[in-house]
T-cell receptor, first 107, second 127 residues
């Protein structure tokens, strides 16, 4: 099976930059998507196909994908960005795969 | 605006069948190139994709759940459904329905990203 590895938690000071990684074997060959999930709410797509932002998502959210690691970057972090973040890919053997999720805390 | 709404029993007994329906508004489930999906999340844990059904009725399931899952379309009511058999406490979770875009993989359409989600419904497996 294809596995995606995310850090359990990331802490970032208000106004600074948060970087959330998603590790997978040759992940650069896959389309990586990112979701934000706040407590008690459904996930929301924030980045699709590595680097694309859906309509309504602030420019502060950006994505990259290289080698074995994809990264979601949140610039000028706000209190409202506190949430769990999940990466997701499609794999030919296991179909849809989600990472374990990363909890972002704003200090 | 596309909206999805899950419905079904919130409590299911062990060994029985979990049945959920997702009603879609703002889009037709029988048109366009989309997969209609079920995803679940046990309390405090990560998201787990259960499976998806294409607009033509073809299905794709998570290999780990495949033996217990059936999905179907009801185009007259613009709904799609999930049945999960022989449930145990490990199936207790919030169940989401979601629409997935497609991408091409060697000429075949496969699931890409999930752009619209329902609010989710909690299903508890307990006697």
């Amino acid at each position: 099976s294809y596995d995606l590895t995310q850090p359990l938690s990331v802490s970032v000071a208000l106004g600074q930059t948060a970087r959330i990684t998603c590790g997978g074997n040759s992940i650069v060959s896959k389309n990586v998507h990112w979701y934000q999930q706040k407590p008690g709410q459904a996930p929301v797509l924030v980045i699709y196909r590595d680097t694309n932002r859906p309509s309504g998502i602030p420019e502060r959210f950006s994505g990259s994908n290289s080698g074995n690691t994809a990264t979601l970057t949140i610039s000028r972090v706000q209190v409202g960005d506190e949430a769990d973040y999940y990466c997701q890919v499609w794999d030919s053997r296991t179909e849809v795969v989600f990472g374990g999720g990363t909890k972002v805390t704003v200090l | 605006q596309v909206q999805l709404q899950e419905s079904g029993p919130g409590l299911v007994k062990p060994s029985q069948t979990l049945s959920l329906t997702c009603t879609v508004s703002g889009a037709s489930i029988s048109s366009g190139s989309f997969y209609w999906n079920w995803i679940r999340q046990p309390a405090g844990k990560a998201l787990e994709w259960i499976g998806g059904i294409y607009t033509n009725g073809s299905t794709t399931y998570n290999p780990s759940l495949k033996s217990r899952v059936t999905m179907s379309l009801d185009t007259s009511n613009n709904e799609f459904s999930l049945k999960l058999t022989s449930v145990t406490a490990a199936d207790t979770a919030v169940y989401y329905c979601a629409r997935a875009m497609l991408t091409l993989y060697f000429g075949s359409g496969v699931l890409d990203y999930f752009d619209y989600w329902g609010h989710g419904t909690l299903v508890t497996v307990s006697s």
